[in-house]
């Protein structure tokens, strides 16, 4: 079809091709504009802190990146001959069971090339009065018949009853692929019981690295690969999201399966440890994989046939020299919303959702001045008010202190695992129902705060098992989690009000959307930035009380209190790190609560602050007592232990943080729902 002038002529060369030239340029740009969604499914508007993948898969690939191989002794897929399942274990009773084969791992075909140890964990009930054989430890190559390595276990070489004891016996394999069997053979001498067998290997710490990089190319177009490393949480999660997996029992089936999603290698060099990181940045650009220099030749070769991207061994001498080369070169190509800090020695956490943000990954500490003039290049280009530097530092306070500096916070991420496929999950969001308070009186009102939720490993991971105990709900109490829970892991935030008891609030970590101390920004406009958008965030996330930190201990400036007033107005109120219980209104709209106990680290952190204030009292008005503690060292057991000492005491009233604020809002004449004028 010729292009024509209205009076019918052909347009001149000239102009089709300035025409020609303004066409291909708007094509352009709009294939740009979208250009985040159609090359891999990340979705991340303007307005959102941190980016959406796309939904994961109904079945994920279930792996195994630990860096060993573990063999569960009662997994019913292994041979058992004699004994029976004990909980964690295979148990032989002496005088019921006859001797024989009480573990066969049958066919394993995953452990790597070269040497190996074998490591079985067992346990007897009792010392034997004479020494003899318990039990024979077999490691034989199923295709030939040839015993790789063994060792005979004697009633004397236990040195505990009934504990889990370590016996090691070192090995060659033949290579992946290669049908091995572990075999435990009982004399029916003393009962026995067998844990698991677990494999240790140099090539098996190389493999998962490079398989945690596979999985953030295949996320970042279709979550469909879910690591089981960590123990706390197992499968939990999926099965509360409605999740199926599938298994998979040897990790390099699925590098066959997405090998047509990789296009190529990145090699780092192990002399040269930061480089690990780099060649991270370079393979979530270029939807390559990560490897080490002894897997160039098998991946290069039949069956794979993956080209070499870039190979950076021998190009750097220190890690400056890696991270100034990766800001000249890559920096400009990768994201400045987001900066990702990971100790290069951490392989196998975070990385999947770092490449599917194309974001630079560095690992550079603020206390050492040419690392930080180097760190300061990267920072001076990010966002004030709303960039984040997601991992963690060598020093918290230093680190903290160095993105504040910048206007950035800090998210506490260096070993999620499953990121690129929990920020997938349904965005709607339905908040739980703050009960009705009860009537204000002359009473002591005490809450209860767990700390640490700002973290996003600890969500996923250690908080699981918290979220499960079977007495939760017993003592009102404010679990703290991130409000960028709404980007990174929405549907488990979901689970968590669907689930919550009438005791359970939900309430934001340290400092809203994200970790940062708010009295050492020095741009009045990026604060209130930083505090509108956490707003926006905590009222569609249903979290009506912020935790705000100056350090461990520091007070809040008043300035950053007007800011909160101002530009959080959704929330009920905040708490701060002071440590003196000191109640104070901002803008005369906002209460402020320095926390009478900022880090509590023991029980008695929860029951003498309370009985000191007591003491106190004049009875006259009522009093209020916050008490954070801390999940590392205080259990949930200690929070039900100090309510059950005060419970009968009809003067101390436990209650929610949310509700504990709309308390502290009455007693101020202040509204006691400001989203319900």
């Known amino acids: 079809m010729k292009m024509v002038y209205k009076g019918g002529d052909e347009l001149p060369r000239k102009a089709i091709g300035i025409i020609s030239i303004v066409l291909a340029i708007a094509i352009a740009f709009m294939v740009y504009s979208i250009w985040p969604e159609k090359k891999g499914g990340v979705h991340w508007p303007e307005d959102q802190a941190l980016p959406s993948f796309p939904e994961p898969a109904p079945t994920l690939d279930l792996i195994s990146l630990y860096n060993k191989l573990i063999y569960e002794a009662e997994d019913a897929e292994y041979g058992h001959e ?68 063994s060792l005979e276990v004697t009633n004397w070489d236990f040195r505990n009853e009934n504990a889990s004891q370590d016996f090691e016996v070192p090995f060659t394999s033949p290579g992946l ?46 979550p469909r690969i879910y690591d089981d490393s960590r123990s706390d949480e197992g499968t939990s999660w999926l099965t509360a999201l409605g999740l199926g997996y599938n298994k998979i029992r040897n990790n390099w089936e699925l590098l ?35 490897v080490p220099p002894s897997l160039v030749e098998k991946l290069t070769g039949d069956p794979y046939k993956l080209p070499v991207l870039e190979d950076l061994r021998g190009k750097f001498k220190t890690n400056i020299e890696v991270y100034e080369f990766l800001y000249d070169k890559y920096w400009p190509e990768t994201t400045h919303r987001v900066l990702v800090g990971l100790t290069p020695d951490i392989k196998i956490h975070l990385r999947d959702y770092a490449m599917g943000m194309e974001a630079a990954i560095v690992w550079l500490n603020p206390n050492v001045p040419e690392e930080e003039a180097l760190l300061n290049k990267f920072m001076k280009n990010m966002p004030y008010g709303s960039g984040l530097y997601l991992g963690w530092w060598p020093d918290e306070g230093k680190g903290v202190s160095k993105t504040s500096e910048f206007g950035l916070a800090t998210v506490a991420a260096d070993f999620s695992s499953n990121l690129s496929v929990l920020s997938g999950t349904s965005r709607t969001i339905t908040p739980a129902k703050i009960p009705d308070k009860p009537p204000l009186e002359n009473k002591v009102y005490v809450s209860y705060v767990m700390s640490d939720g700002d973290n996003l490993q600890y969500m996923e991971h250690y908080f699981s098992k918290l979220w499960a105990l079977p007495n939760r709900g017993e003592v009102p109490i404010g679990w703290t989690v991130s409000p960028l829970m709404l980007d990174a892991m929405p549907g488990i935030l979901n689970y968590l009000h669907k689930t919550a008891t009438e005791n359970d609030a939900l309430i934001s970590g340290p400092t809203g959307l994200g970790y940062t101390y708010p009295n050492f920004w020095h741009d009045q406009k990026g604060l209130d930035r930083f505090f509108s958008r956490t707003d926006d965030y905590m009222k569609r996330g249903g979290l009506r009380v912020l935790t705000v930190w100056n350090t461990v201990k520091g007070v809040t400036n008043p300035n950053v209190g007007n800011s909160i007033a101002e530009k959080a107005p959704s929330l009920l109120g905040f708490t701060s790190q002071g440590g003196t219980g000191t109640i104070e209104t901002y803008q005369n709209s906002m209460p402020g609560q320095e926390l009478d106990v900022v880090y509590g680290s023991s029980e008695g952190d929860l029951i003498f602050p309370i009985q000191k204030a007591i003491e106190k009292w004049d009875r006259k008005s009522p009093l209020f007592v916050s008490i954070q503690a801390n999940p590392w060292e205080v259990r949930y057991q200690n929070f039900v232990n100090a309510y059950n000492m005060f419970k009968e005491n009809k003067d101390i009233v436990f209650v929610r943080p949310d509700t504990y604020f709309q308390l502290i809002r009455e007693s101020k004449n202040l509204p006691i729902d400001p989203l319900a004028q």
Do not use: C, H
């Open 82 to 149: 004699i004994g029976k399942v004990d909980g964690d274990g295979w148990i032989a009773t002496a005088g019921t069971d006859k001797s024989g084969v009480l573990f066969n791992s049958k066919t394993i075909t995953d452990v790597p090339e070269g040497d190996n140890k074998a490591v079985f964990y067992m346990s007897v009930d009792r010392f034997a009065d004479e020494n003899g054989n318990v039990a024979e430890l077999e490691i034989r190559d199923q295709a030939t018949g040839t015993v790789l390595g």
């Open 177 to 222: 692929g290669q049908a091995l069997e572990f075999s435990v053979v009982w004399t029916g001498k003393s009962t026995i019981k067998l844990y698991d067998v677990q494999i240790t290997s140099p090539m098996r710490e190389e493999e998962v690295g490079m398989f945690e990089t596979l999985k953030g190319v295949v996320n970042k177009t279709k």
């Open 256 to 290: 066959t399966k997405y090998r047509s999603e990789i296009s190529g290698i990145v090699i780092y060099d192990p002399e040269v440890k930061d480089t690990y990181n780099l060649a991270t940045t370079i393979a979530g650009l270029k939807s390559a994989i990560v």
